[in-house]
């Protein structure tokens, strides 16, 4: 077996390895921190930004969705909080010298890394049909190429129109607006790959797609149950509301693969107490296998049930199919539990225990429950758990999905959605007098496929990076380079920048930090956090070049370049003025009445909730739903291992940051496998030896990342664990979860071959 990095990557990918941390946070995350924001922004851009972060008159950090709290402190920012921050806030600057110094085949061969490490985009580029480069272009004239390219389509649903979710509710109105104008439902977005299988769990049992805890319930929670998340590197200000949760007497069970440093121990950097000692989270560690979850939560309430612990009352008044649910509960049994689970019959008996002690309980989660195929299945059984003991609709208790980007709830209210509601529909087309289409559109997986069979030509992505946030990368790549035309409005480049249609478009905007002006005077965009909290978010930096446009400006002038007089829809004013955008809002979607003076308000405001706000369950049957699908589990053939792709600490999905997992023990590099050392052993892979991960698939066809530095680690026994996106290539595009469609990220079976390159 090879012992050296394989050759060729332009990035030194030459991995240390030293073992993993037990606490998160403390100081070393605040030097880390300032050197990154230093290096990024020079000191005096670094005061003024992080200074801004999260307080009432600043921007939303662009970070994760997490809220924020009541009592802010000065610096309500976390370490990762404060790299995005850095990572937008930056000095350097790509122009159009750049481009022309680095033909897009060098572009290709970079790494996400060294794209991403290049700085702002400083103006709108253009690669044309044949050139080995962009060049720089007029706004005017990009809009031009937008709208011949859609015109000529043969039909609506060949255009495609993605979005991160960073967007701001303004620009995301404005967008969805457009392209049902311009007569398509074709919205993928990021949440197809992301919480897409809370939202159809959620929307199925309780009636509505989101949370239902503040801040405020985390705090007064007897028991916060976090299973598949890994707070300390993606939602670091989560760790204060855990810490102040023991605090009040709360018991935190933590369950997951791998034992992640920020669960076990927090050295609050707020406090000089918690710099020092740190508090010690987790008070049950249950290292399931992967993929076990379901089996896990289908045990516990069919023990919940035996105990006569169900919430008789509630299940009686507010609940349907409580029997159906019991008699499937009936089935589950201890064996086979513990062999989906990997776990002890003491671990489950503790955390029943710990259940039955509690009467408020919330469970957390994130992209360790919803990227496997039987996402929806094991979210819902959650929800079972949570409707036996009555834990919804009561202080203190509920469901806590955790969302990823900033504002992706947000883009979700505001109508970022392939299969809208008909009545989202309805009041979209009385306030602007069109008629929407009411067939679906493509999401996700099925986008790319569209492109890939040649039945969407135009891909227009709004933020976000296509290329390298979706599966099977190789796939998606050819995909995309069938594409008449991609546009990508974006702040940084990516791997999206590079494997382009037949012409590309480069729209460079602002972000959250920068300062928006518009002819009406200054302007301010709104988001919703987590937990249903919306309010303004305020840059305050001099833009990166006076040609950047904001979001909404770009919409509004794509869509006069491509409707034309056609529309009736005022998209000048709009562009002047985003109060006459939310203004607009607060008549189509429900939550926003008076909406302009609310958003203004410090602190923004709640918007309603029913299963939270009055037991009240929009479902189907006008009750909270129990289901009963049957208990699924990976099963993985002999001598094979299945895959975890996630985040290291460097890194907000595709942009790096940097080459460091600390809490991880992980420097310099990001080709690593996280493996069990006797499931190591097994295959005679030493720590330190180099491997190639190939994944298996009923489709026979083979898909390698090659060349990965195998780390003797702690993980789950079957189970092993590398980062994403250099991991996409081995996700099957159509290895997805049942009914959410959500890429299975979370489980590939996998088989090491020795290193190819090296
Ligand atoms: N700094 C930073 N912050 C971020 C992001 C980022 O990349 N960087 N990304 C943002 C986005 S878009 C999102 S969606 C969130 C993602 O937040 P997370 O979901 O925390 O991100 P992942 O790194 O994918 O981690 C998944 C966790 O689930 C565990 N896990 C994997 N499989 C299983 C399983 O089968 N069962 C259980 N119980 N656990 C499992 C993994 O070990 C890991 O701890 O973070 C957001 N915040
Ligand atoms: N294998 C695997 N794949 C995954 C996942 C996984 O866990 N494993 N996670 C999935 C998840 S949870 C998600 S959310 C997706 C993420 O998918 P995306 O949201 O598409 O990807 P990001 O990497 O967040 O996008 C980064 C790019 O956004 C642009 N950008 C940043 N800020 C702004 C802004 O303010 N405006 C605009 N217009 N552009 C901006 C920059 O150009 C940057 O390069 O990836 C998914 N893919
Ligand atoms: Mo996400």
Same mark, same amino acid.
């Given at each position: ?64 969705? @997490? ?64 050139? %080995? ?11 031009? /190429? ?7 389509? #043969?039909?609506? %649903? ?13 620009? +995301? ?25 809370? $939202? ?6 309780? $009636? *509505?797609?989101? $949370? ?9 929670? %007897?028991?916060? *149950?976090?299973? $598949? ?22 018991? /935190? *069970?933590?369950? !997951? ?15 000089? &107490? ?21 089996? &896990?939560? =289908?045990?516990? !309430?069919?023990?919940? /049930? ?27 049994? @201890? ?43 094991? /979210? ?13 609709? =009561? ?31 309805? +009041? ?66 990516? =791997? ?6 037949? =012409? ?25 956090? #987590?937990?249903?909290?919306?309010h303004a978010s305020r840059g305050n930096l001099t833009p990166a070049s006076p040609h950047l446009l904001s979001e909404p400006a770009i919409v509004a002038r794509m869509a006069r370049a491509v409707l034309g007089e056609a529309s009736t829809t005022p @998209? ?10 939310? %203004? ?150 159509? #290895? ?12 590939v079976v996998i088989r090491f071959e020795p290193a190819t390159a090296g």
């Open positions: 077996m090879a012992t050296k990095p394989p050759a060729g990557d332009p990035v030194q990918d030459a991995p240390q390895v030293a073992p993993p941390k037990h606490a998160a946070a403390g100081l070393p995350a605040i030097g880390h921190t300032l050197k990154i924001a230093q290096e990024q922004m020079g000191l005096v851009r670094t005061t003024r930004t992080l200074l801004k972060v999260n307080q009432k008159d600043g921007f939303d950090c662009p970070g994760c969705a @997490w809220p924020e709290g009541e009592k802010r402190h000065t610096a309500e920012f976390c370490e990762n909080g404060a790299k995005a921050v850095a990572e937008e806030a930056t000095l350097r600057r790509v122009t159009p010298d750049f481009f022309a110094a680095h033909p897009l085949a060098d572009l290709e061969r970079r790494s996400g890394y060294w794209l991403g490490q290049q700085g702002r985009i400083t103006q709108p580029m253009y690669l044309p049909e044949g050139a %080995d480069r962009y060049e720089a272009v007029t706004w005017e004239r990009a809009f031009a /190429i937008i709208a011949e390219e859609l015109r000529a389509l #043969s039909s609506p %649903d060949e255009a495609l129109f993605y979005t991160s979710g960073r967007t701001s509710n303004e620009a +995301a109105f404005l967008y969805q607006l457009f392209a049902r104008e311009f007569g398509t439902n074709n919205l993928p977005d990021c949440s197809n790959m992301c919480h897409e299988s809370s $939202g159809s769990a959620l929307v199925e049992t309780i $009636g *509505i797609g989101k $949370g239902s805890v503040s801040l405020e319930d985390l705090h007064r929670a %007897d028991l916060i *149950i976090v299973a $598949g998340q890994n707070p300390g590197t993606n939602h670091p200000r989560m760790l204060s509301a855990l810490e102040q949760a023991k605090a009040s007497g709360a018991k /935190i *069970i933590s369950v !997951n693969p791998l034992p992640e440093a920020g669960l076990e121990r927090f050295k609050n950097p707020q406090t000089p &107490l918690g710099m020092i000692k740190g508090a010690a989270l987790t008070d049950l560690f249950l290292q399931i296998r992967i993929g076990g979850d379901q089996a &896990l939560f =289908r045990l516990l !309430n069919k023990l919940v /049930i035996e105990a006569g612990a169900v919430d008789e009352e509630f299940v009686a008044e507010h609940t349907h199919g409580y029997e159906a649910l019991a008699a499937a509960a009936g089935d589950a049994d @201890w064996p086979e539990t513990l062999t989906a689970t990997g776990l002890t019959r003491a671990e489950i008996e503790q955390a029943l225990a710990m259940v039955l002690a509690s009467e408020r309980t919330i469970v957390c989660w994130a992209m360790g429950l919803t990227q496997h195929k039987h996402a929806v299945a094991t /979210i819902r059984e959650v929800v079972n758990l949570l409707l036996l003991r009555g834990n919804i609709g =009561r202080p203190g208790a509920g469901v806590c999905p955790v969302r990823g980007h900033s504002n992706v709830q947000g883009d979700r209210t505001m109508g970022i959605f392939e299969r809208p509601a008909p009545a989202f529909l309805d +009041a979209l087309d009385k306030e602007f007098g069109i008629t929407s289409p009411r067939h679906h559109g493509y999401d996700v997986v099925r986008a790319i496929e569209a492109l890939r069979d040649g039945e969407a030509k135009v891909f227009f992505g709004m933020g976000g990076n296509f290329v390298g946030a979706t599966p099977d990368t190789d796939v998606t790549e050819a995909a995309m380079r069938r594409a008449a035309l991609t546009v990508h409005v974006s702040t940084k480049l990516n =791997r999206s920048h590079a494997v382009t249609g037949r =012409r590309a478009l480069i729209l460079p905007t602002l972000g959250r930090t920068d300062k928006d002006v518009q002819a009406a005077g200054k302007q301010f965009v709104t988001v919703e956090d #987590s937990m249903g909290m919306v @998209w000048e004013e709009f562009e002047k003025d985003y109060g006459t955008i939310r %203004d607009r809002i607060s008549r189509v979607v429900p939550g926003f009445e008076d909406y302009n003076a609310r958003a203004a308000r410090p602190g923004g405001f709640t918007l309603p909730h029913a299963p939270r706000d009055e037991r009240r369950f929009p479902t189907t049957t006008g009750k909270a739903n129990f289901t009963a699908a049957p208990v699924e589990y990976p099963r993985v053939p002999e001598g094979r291992l299945l895959l975890q792709t996630l985040r290291s600490h460097d890194q907000y999905n595709t942009t790096i940051y940097g080459l460091d997992d600390r809490y991880r023990g992980i420097k310099g590099g990001r080709r690593v496998v996280l493996v069990h050392p006797e499931d190591a052993a097994a295959h005679g892979l030493a720590d330190g030896a180099y491997t190639d991960l190939v994944s298996e698939w009923k489709d026979g066809v083979e898909r390698r990342a090659p060349g990965f530095r195998v780390v003797h680690y702690p993980t789950a026994r079957g189970c092993a664990a590398a980062y994403y996106p250099e991991t996409n290539v081995l996700v099957p595009l159509d #290895s997805t979860a049942d009914t959410s469609n959500t890429p299975a990220s979370k489980s």
